[in-house]
């Protein structure tokens, strides 16, 4: 006799069988990042893999150990072995701490699965998504008559949309002209759409510099896409944006903005004046995995008219027959490139609900202050050298008079002992230690434990 299969999570029994399940996973959390102690597992590569395997043992067992071990055994060994976000000294990358609330709901978008591809796979997420996306384009471009939003996977496919947005509408002649400092997925963009190789524009000072964009623009022909950042990789800078958008103008060149670190900053009455000229852009990548604390993947590329969407458009007859869509379903393959996709605008309506702008504008604002807090430390250091005051959340700095081997080596030690987790950031022809401050649990007494362990490791 068959035993009966597993449980489903969705239907009114698949509360009563997650639940369970969630304690158990809960546990394992809390006692796996007990286990690790800091921010992330102490020994290198070698030694979290070695962990990983010991824990895993055979990938794919003849029988199965059942659903309470393998969660147990496999969830503590991967929070043991994270690099965890919500520590406050990891601080490299642009790699958020989710919010709990958001963690939360997006189990719920796991449980029920919804399928963003056809309307008779997710009626109401659809629904969800059509007024999430359409409130956080009119954010992005508050004067517009018509502006609407897709939901991606973030900065690269958000950058990608838009190069193809501007390419179906100029033509494959299309040229796309970026900042020494842009993204590095305009290039692969450009690549993958058969475009031309981006012209890429010096920025000595870090930002894009109209007068240099200028002298570029007077020499091409053919239509131009001009990328700007607001919120680059390595610094958090953001390009004039007004002075850009005027010369984009004059030039006749699309304007698009990656705004992926950045763009979250419009929640902040205190700091949204940063972003003055991006409702001039066409396009904006904005990235809520980033300064909006969602868990990945949470990106969005908003437009300015919902009428450049329409090349978007594209007929299944098994998900948007005419017929259908005729008859008045909704028709969501020219929503994305991609055909399954999981509803992630969920999690993002949860925390839009049950914050607001204040609340996630008193989020954004308490990074910039740690950031702040973090570059005085800096400054007030004698052994420590500032590579500039912030401009989003992003501080650069390094032992004075280091060189570059020993800068890269302290970044290792850290790692490696599993104390702390710094970025690393070429400016000015030197090598800088990088904290991206996107914790807004993280206290000044965290950043001085930061600065104490890059003194410590520098006099090693």
Known sequence: MRAAPPPLAGGAPGADALRPLLDTVLDALREGAHSRGGPLPAGGPEAAARRVREALGEPLPETGRGAGEALRT???????????????LCAAHLHT?????????????SALNPSMDSWDQAPAASALE???TAALAAEVFPAADRPDALVTTGGTESNQLALLLARE????????????NAHHSFHRAAWLLGLPEPVVVPT????????????TLAVLRGPVLVAATAGTTDEGLIDPLPDLAELCEARHAVFHVDAAYGGPTLFSRTHRHLLDGLARAR???????????QPAAAGLLAV???????????TADYLNADDDTDAGLPDLLGRSLRTTRRPDVLKTAVTLR??????????????FDRARDLADLVEKAPGLDLRARPTLTTVLFRPSGAEDTTVAAIRRTLLTEGRAVLGRAEADGRLWLKATLLNPHATPGDLAQLITLVEGSAHR
Do not use: F, I, S
């Open 74 to 88: 496999l969830v503590h060994a991967l929070a043991e072995g994270a690099a965890d976000p919500a520590h406050p």
């Open 97 to 109: 701490p989710p919010l709990a609330l958001a963690a939360a709901a997006d189990l719920a978008a």
């Open 130 to 132: 059509a007024l999430v």
């Open 169 to 180: 509408r100029h033509g494959p002649a299309l040229r796309t002209v970026v900042g020494a």
């Open 204 to 215: 000595p000072r870090g930002t894009l510099d109209p007068a240099a964009l200028d002298t």
């Open 283 to 293: 396009t904006v990548t904005v990235d809520l995995h980033k300064l909006g604390w």
């Open 304 to 314: 300015r008219d919902a009428d450049d969407l329409a090349v978007l458009g594209h």
């Open 354 to 367: 049950a914050l607001g702008r204040e609340g996630l504008g008193a989020l954004v604002d308490a990074c």
